[in-house]
């Protein structure tokens, strides 16, 4: 697909998608299950959906850029520091490519910690009208001490009650 084409539709499907999900998130932490007010659907829409549209795009880019710099480094120096035996066997054998498996999650790992640190981005948006920087802030701060345990619900989706 040509950039201009993906960025069309990111737009356009931000732009559509972007306020029922602020919508959705401010009735689901809210008392009411009968019907959705107004203000949840009118209440600063403009710029929740801004700077939602606005803080996906820059969690996307600040969580791929961080898992390229962890990772390209990792693998060049990895693959340089090897003579060709090892390197053939690395890439031939099954227990070669799982340590290469377990060595790019190693990689990754500031990446995932980097995601899961700005998951709440959007509620905070959402939620307690905050503007991106406010919300990137907030999310960190209310993820702080439950990483693990988050990180653990976004990749293997367990209960709340298996995880603690």
Not at 1 to 25: D, E, N, R, W
Not at 40 to 51: E, P, R, S, V
Not at 105 to 130: C, H, M, N, T, Y
């Amino acid at each position: 697909m040509a950039v201009p084409a993906v960025l069309l539709a990111s737009v356009t499907g931000g732009i559509f998608t972007i306020p029922v999900q602020i919508v959705a998130i401010r009735t689901m932490v809210s008392r009411h299950t009968d019907r959705i007010p107004e203000e949840f659907i009118f209440h600063n829409m403009g710029w929740a959906t801004l700077h939602s549209l606005l803080g996906s795009w820059f969690v996307s880019i600040l969580v791929g850029v961080t898992g390229l710099v962890c990772l390209l480094p990792g693998m060049l120096i990895l693959f340089a520091v090897m003579d060709a035996p090892t390197q053939s066997w690395m890439l031939g054998s099954w227990l070669g490519n799982s340590g290469i498996g377990l060595f790019v999650l190693i990689l990754l790992l500031p990446s995932a910690f980097l995601g899961v640190s700005l998951l709440f981005v959007g509620q905070e948006i959402a939620v307690k009208d905050r503007n991106l920087i406010q919300a990137i802030v907030g999310s960190w701060r209310q993820c702080r001490g439950h990483r693990v345990r988050l990180l653990l619900l976004s990749q293997f989706r367990l209960s709340s009650k298996q995880v603690y």
